[in-house]
């Protein structure tokens, strides 16, 4: 699997009803929960002050990352995402080997 770093905004639709926003944020975090159990999902950050996340995501390929990982998150139809590929660094203290 490859790694991704995946930058999040969400914005919520005007004029949504609250009670919407809160049945997705709580599915929202059910499933990242569960994407995190099947190795989706490594960290997840939020910049202090902001409404956005950052996070450490692997899949195969972006394809899927986008349609199928991210794609099932409850959030995601309000959700803009830039997607990163990352590589090993050579000097990465956690590197194995």
């Known amino acids: ?4 770093l995946v ?8 004029g949504t009803d609250p009670a919407e926003v809160d049945r997705r944020r ?3 975090a059910v499933r990242a929960e569960e994407l995190a159990a099947q190795g989706h999902l490594f960290r997840l950050w939020r910049p202090v002050g902001e409404l956005r996340s950052i996070g450490v995501w692997s ?24 997607v990163t590929p990352l590589q090993a660094h ?8």
């Open 26 to 28: 709580a599915a929202e």
């Open 90 to 97: 050579p000097n990465d203290p956690g590197r194995v080997g």
């Open 1 to 4: 699997m490859k790694e991704f």
């Open 59 to 82: 899949a195969d390929d972006e394809t899927e990352l986008r349609e199928r990982v991210l794609g099932s998150l409850p959030l995601w139809p309000w959700m803009t995402a830039v």
């Open 7 to 14: 930058e999040l905004t969400t914005t919520v639709p005007e």
